[in-house]
């Protein structure tokens, strides 16, 4: 891979892999330092283009299209998971590319994920691979009831998931997960984990081997899709230092130049068991924007660009929800509510499901309001 030798310049431009809401806050952040995006996306009118400098408009497989960008961009990174690993080798052989193709394919596929998590000392729940429909059964008795299979790749949000209580669900469970022409896909089998809460920890590392980590934060979901996000967690410093420490051998173990988020499972016996790997910004560290004086975005900015991480330091107490679908029609209660911090995203329909923006309140440093309290945070708007 070609060598970014040295920081870049300003005016220098970075190139983002993908068009979404968190390439467009990475692009906030970048242009702030003095640096231009151009953006790879085949999403016409996408969020992050809508504030970038330029973007390409093509399919991930156009092989022309990338070769154009590598040769219009100083750097390249990703926003998004799933651009193809062949497409993000094709860039890396003309542009210094970071995080590596490499850290991609481990967090793209969850057999690779859990393996690397293994070899890196990072507890994780009992699984079993399904490499074919015959070894289901075999895997599933393995993990024991109730457990969860899930698609090995292209799943998010709950997508590629089904929950299984007893024997009889896995045949229903195998017709919904296979593909669209009925063909089998490879998955894997997780035991249920009886979570008490789930936590994430974002972890920033530079070309030259500093680290900067986050504080731990808790995360609610709802129909699978994050909802809320308390900054910090509230649970045993114990519980938050396991965390941050799992996601400091991550960085490690993976050989991080960026930035990475690790989701964890909190047992009720206070076990901390990583679940997921997402090497780029992520929804559970927006109210970094707001909440430290150098968010998850100028950090990914400053990794990407070889310059010094920034101070990760949390100086407020925050909780995010996000907006997704229709709560966006709350915008204008959330502006005229004092005291929070809309986004809004760009998109321009509302699908059910959708992540559509977000809405951050700070609070003065340990003064989270009590449980009872978080739902009234928001209010009247939402
Ligand atoms: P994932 O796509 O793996 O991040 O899963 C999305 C959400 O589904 C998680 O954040 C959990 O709320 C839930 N979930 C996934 N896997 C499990 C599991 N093995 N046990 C319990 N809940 C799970």
Redesign the pocket.
């Known amino acids: 891979m070609p060598d970014l030798g040295g920081p870049l310049a300003p005016g220098a431009t970075i190139g983002m892999m993908g068009g979404g809401q968190l390439g467009r806050m990475a692009a906030v952040a970048a242009a702030r330092l003095g640096y231009r995006v151009h953006v790879f996306t085949p999403e016409r009118d996408a969020p992050a283009s809508q504030v970038s400098a330029a973007t390409t408009l093509a399919e991930w497989s156009d092989h022309a299209a990338l070769a154009r960008f590598a040769a219009a961009v100083d750097v390249v990174t990703f926003e998004f998971e799933n651009v193809p690993g062949d497409a993000l080798d094709l860039l890396a052989g003309l542009v210094p590319v970071a995080p590596s193709p490499a850290v991609l394919r481990t967090s793209q596929d969850r057999i690779a994920e859990k393996t690397f998590l293994a070899e890196a000392g990072v507890a994780t729940?009992p699984w079993a691979p399904v490499a074919t429909r015959e070894a289901a059964e075999g895997a599933v008795a393995a993990v024991g009831f109730p457990c969860?299979l899930?698609t090995t790749r292209l799943?998010?949000?709950?997508k590629g998931?089904a929950t299984l209580r007893e024997a009889g669900d896995l045949a229903p469970a195998l017709a919904r997960l296979a593909g669209a022409d009925g063909a089998f896909r490879p998955l894997v089998a997780?035991?249920?984990?009886d979570?008490a809460c789930?936590v994430s920890v974002i972890v920033a590392r530079d070309r030259a081997g500093a680290i900067a980590l986050y504080d731990t934060v808790e995360n609610r979901?709802r129909n699978?899709i994050l909802d809320l996000t308390i900054a910090p967690a509230r649970v045993a410093p114990a519980i938050a230092a396991a965390a941050e420490d799992a996601a400091r051998r991550v960085a490690l173990a993976i050989g991080l130049v960026g930035l990475l988020c690790v989701?964890f499972?909190v047992t009720r016996d206070g076990r901390v068991l990583a679940?997921?790997i997402a090497p780029r910004p992520h929804n559970s560290g927006h109210w970094t924007i707001e909440a430290c004086a150098v968010s998850q975005f100028e950090q990914q900015v400053r990794a990407v660009a070889d310059l010094p991480l920034g101070d990760p330091a949390r100086h407020a107490d925050a909780l995010m929800k996000n907006l997704i679908g229709d709560e966006i029609a709350a915008l204008p209660a959330l502006f005229a509510t004092p005291g929070l911090v809309p986004h809004h995203y760009g998109k321009a329909e509302a699908r059910p499901g959708r992540k559509m923006g977000h809405v951050t309140r700070l609070f003065p440093r340990d003064s989270l309001p009590a449980e009872a309290e978080i739902a009234a945070a928001f209010q009247p708007a939402l």
């Open positions: 729940g969860v899930k799943g998010y949000d709950g998931q997780e035991a249920f984990v979570f789930e979901h699978h989701e499972f679940n997921e």
